[in-house]
């Protein structure tokens, strides 16, 4: 079983729909989450980063935490077909010593398409 | 400014060729990373240089070799590479143990 789930889609929507996107993970370690988005052939870019459970929001985008359900989500409102490309959950352990410094683990990315 | 640069863009090499990969970033960042993308994947952690010191080696071939010459610079050394070796490079930089950006990548193909 992998240390985090990430359904890869893809997944389609009309312009102006709420995107939903989820990861699970198994490891309990982590404890802070990223999201990014990926364009064809570019460099993945920071879209959220989350340390707490709870929400955060920035603009169209909110993440959420849930620690004990080990789930995080990212919500996209009004969505534009500018927002087609893949979206890839990351996630790291606690501390900066060993092994596990600054290591990211990511999911298997989900592709969505916005269509006008 | 959240800026990583890389150059090439793009390098076509053949499996006899040494190149270089080069990335650079001016944000103050004291760790910094590569990354290789295939296609449909998710990035795959090759090195993490902390304070110009290599810190994690994800057991990478040595036809691999990383370089940082000082706090802003990375550079990945390439050498005597296979075709499967074809990939998107990425090099990433961050605060110690904090969220990490992302340059444009360099797209490798080995011929």
């Known amino acids: 079983q992998k240390e985090v789930e990430q359904d890869p889609g893809p997944l389609s929507v009309p312009e102006g729909a709420i995107v939903s996107l989820n990861c699970t993970y198994s490891n309990s370690a982590f404890q802070y989450f990223m999201w990014y988005r990926q364009y064809s052939r570019k460099g993945p870019e920071l879209l959220m980063y989350?340390?707490?459970?709870g929400n955060k929001e920035d603009g169209r985008f909110t993440a959420q935490v849930d620690k004990s359900s080990k789930y995080i989500s990212l919500f996209i409102r009004d969505s534009q077909p500018s927002d087609s490309a893949t979206y890839l959950c990351a996630m790291r352990r606690l501390g900066a010593g060993g092994t596990s410094y600054g290591k990211l683990t990511f999911g298997q990315g989900t592709i969505l398409t916005v269509h006008p | 400014d959240t800026e990583v640069t890389q150059t090439p863009k793009h390098l076509v090499m053949g499996m006899t060729n040494k190149k270089s990969l080069k990335c650079e970033q001016h944000?103050?960042?004291?760790?910094m990373y590569w990354y290789k993308q295939k296609a449909k994947k998710p990035p795959e952690l090759m090195f993490v240089?902390?304070?110009?010191?290599?810190?994690i080696n994800e057991s990478v071939p040595s036809r691999f070799s990383p370089e940082c010459p000082n706090s802003s610079l990375l550079n990945l050394h390439l050498h005597a590479l296979q075709p499967e070796d074809s990939a998107l490079y990425l090099c990433a930089s961050s605060q110690v143990a904090s969220e990490q950006y992302f340059g444009p990548g360099t797209r490798l193909t080995v011929t």
């Open positions: 989350t340390y707490s459970s």
């Open positions: 944000m103050g960042h004291r760790a």
């Open positions: 240089y902390s304070y110009e010191k290599l810190s």
